[in-house]
């Protein structure tokens, strides 16, 4: 994944609002985030998986991999590969950056 440099970064949400080696969700533009922190670092996705239109923070991470609640399909929270049948199709990451204890995220126009 890489950044845009033209794309503004948005306020996402507070660091310590993304639990440890967790799941959570914030909506920002429209748009459903999940973000995970694994290890310390944070990550964010689309929050809705590709195959069955279920949110992913509801479903169980497990080191770098989300599974998804509704078939139990999995994605690497890196960068949205899928891991595990039946997903197919990777889900969209957005840039992270960390600045003053909040957690900006670069979302496309």
């Not at 069955?52 to 509801?58: E, F, I, Y």
């Not at 960068?79 to 990777?90: I, L, N, S, W």
């Amino acid at each position: 994944m890489t950044t845009d440099n033209a794309l503004p970064w948005t306020d996402a949400t507070a660091l310590d609002e993304v639990p440890d080696d967790d799941v959570t969700s914030v909506q920002l533009d429209g748009r459903d985030i999940a973000l995970y922190k694994v290890e310390g670092t944070v990550f964010a996705t689309d929050n809705t998986c590709t195959h069955g239109h279920a949110r992913l923070c509801d479903g169980f991470l497990e080191g770098h991999e989300i599974e998804c609640p509704l078939h139990q399909g999995k994605f690497d929270v890196r960068d949205g590969t899928p891991t595990c049948a039946p997903v197919t199709e990777a889900l969209r990451c957005y840039p992270v950056r960390i600045e003053g204890g909040r957690v900006f995220l670069q979302l496309p126009g």
